[in-house]
Nanobody
Framework: QVQLVESGGGLVQAGGSLRLSCEAS????????MGWYRQAPGKQRELVAT???????NYADSVKGRFTISRDNAKNTAYLQMNSLKPEDTAVYYC???????????????WGRGTQVTVSS
């Protein structure tokens, strides 16, 4: 019912930048929160950044000061601006959303399929 499409991944050199986008589509009543997670080879998926409807944000310590999450409510889209990238940032990045599907207050979580970010040394 809800689909997330990530884009913007790719290969960059250390110190470079990328901007990821996540567009949510479907019968969404409202979006409570959007966020980004990442999973490196052999590692568990970890939270990178989240943003709620009131624009409050949270960041993993490893990316704070380098990454910025933002949200365009009109487009149901979240962005992750990644600056000063490091090889350790190499991972598949996944978008998630918490949404209401109706006027009922129940929240549901959905995941995108992920986009690869590779940072070379």
């Amino acid at each position: 019912q809800v689909q997330l499409v990530e884009s913007g991944g790719g290969l960059v050199q250390a110190g470079g930048s990328l901007r990821l986008s996540c567009e949510a589509s479907g019968s969404i009543f409202s979006i409570n929160a959007m966020g980004w997670y990442r999973q490196a080879p052999g590692k568990q998926r970890e939270l990178v950044a989240t943003i709620i409807s009131g624009r409050s944000t949270n960041y993993a310590d490893s990316v704070k000061g380098r990454f910025t999450i933002s949200r365009d409510n009109a487009k149901n889209t979240a962005y992750l601006q990644m600056n000063s990238l490091k090889p350790e940032d190499t991972a598949v990045y996944y978008c998630n959303v918490k949404v209401q599907l109706s006027a009922d207050a129940t929240l549901y979580m959905y995941w995108g399929r992920g986009t690869q970010v590779t940072v070379s040394s």
